[in-house]
């Protein structure tokens, strides 16, 4: 296995950014002459060694897109759990992040904090990415309100609720609600609700529980397509 894994915006030519190389050089203490993978974020990738610059030394590879791709969409919650939820679902193969403002949401963004935030949260995700060896970079989005999230999902969203069946991956987009719930109105909305087990969790828990199910469906680790 290759040493690490990193992004690059031209495989032809593929060179780091500073930040990527300070981190493999300091942080991960590679040498000359290591082998890593490099990839475009969007399934192509090769090997390299490791050097200023880095030196290809395979042809450039493509991963088909993974099928059916997966949307876990959560309510902001307070201080850094966003960020936890983001990274966790990131290694876990989620390919669409969607954070919301729900009814019940403590968490409210104003539109100058919420465009900062948003680009720390896909910087966090394109770490988490290379650390899990992802070849495909997941989208994460703007911070939206509910109604225009599930507008924009569409067919095969399902909201997270206790009193849910089992998920399965004729739905592959789970919406998880704030800490005090989902509103009256947010549960009319039509979308049929998915169970994640029979305790109450967390908002960032319910999340990265919803993100561990879909992946090990698409894995076919557990259950079957329905």
């Given at each position: 296995?290759?040493?690490?894994?990193?992004?690059?915006?031209?495989?032809?030519?593929?060179?780091?950014?500073?930040?990527?190389?300070?981190?493999?050089?300091?942080?991960?203490?590679?040498?000359?002459?290591?082998?890593?993978?490099?990839?475009?974020?969007?399934?192509?990738?090769?090997?390299?060694?490791?050097?200023?610059?880095?030196?290809?030394?395979?042809?450039?590879?493509?991963?088909?897109?993974?099928?059916?791709?997966?949307?876990?969409?959560?309510?902001?919650?307070?201080?850094?759990?966003?960020?936890?939820?983001?990274?966790?679902?990131?290694?876990?193969?989620?390919?669409?992040?969607?954070?919301?403002?729900?009814?019940?949401?403590?968490?409210?963004?104003?539109?100058?904090?919420?465009?900062?935030?948003?680009?720390?949260?896909?910087?966090?995700?394109?770490?988490?990415?290379?650390?899990s060896r992802r070849v495909w970079l997941p989208e994460v989005e703007q911070v939206r309100d509910f109604a225009t999230v599930v507008d924009a999902i569409g067919a095969g969203a399902c909201l997270a609720d206790r009193a849910g069946g089992a998920p399965a991956l004729s739905r592959p987009a789970v919406l998880v609600g704030p800490e005090g719930g989902w509103s009256d109105d947010e549960r009319a909305c039509g979308?049929?609700?998915?169970?994640?087990?029979?305790?109450?969790?967390?908002?960032?828990?319910?999340?990265?529980?919803?993100?561990?199910?879909?992946?090990?469906?698409?894995?076919?680790?557990?259950?079957?397509?329905?």
């Open positions: 296995m290759a040493a690490a894994h990193a992004f690059v915006v031209d495989l032809a030519a593929p060179e780091l950014t500073d930040a990527d190389r300070h981190h493999l050089e300091r942080v991960l203490r590679l040498r000359p002459g290591d082998e890593i993978t490099v990839s475009d974020g969007a399934g192509s990738w090769r090997p390299c060694r490791f050097g200023a610059p880095l030196e290809p030394v395979g042809d450039v590879s493509r991963e088909p897109a993974p099928d059916p791709p997966l949307t876990v969409g959560f309510a902001l919650t307070k201080g850094q759990r966003p960020e936890l939820t983001v990274q966790k679902l990131t290694e876990l193969g989620v390919d669409r992040i969607a954070p919301f403002v729900a009814a019940r949401t403590v968490v409210r963004w104003d539109p100058d904090q919420a465009a900062a935030h948003v680009e720390r949260l896909r910087r966090l995700a394109r770490e988490a990415a290379m650390q979308l049929p609700v998915v169970g994640l087990g029979r305790h109450v969790l967390r908002a960032e828990t319910a999340a990265v529980a919803a993100g561990v199910v879909l992946s090990a469906l698409r894995a076919g680790l557990i259950g079957g397509p329905d």
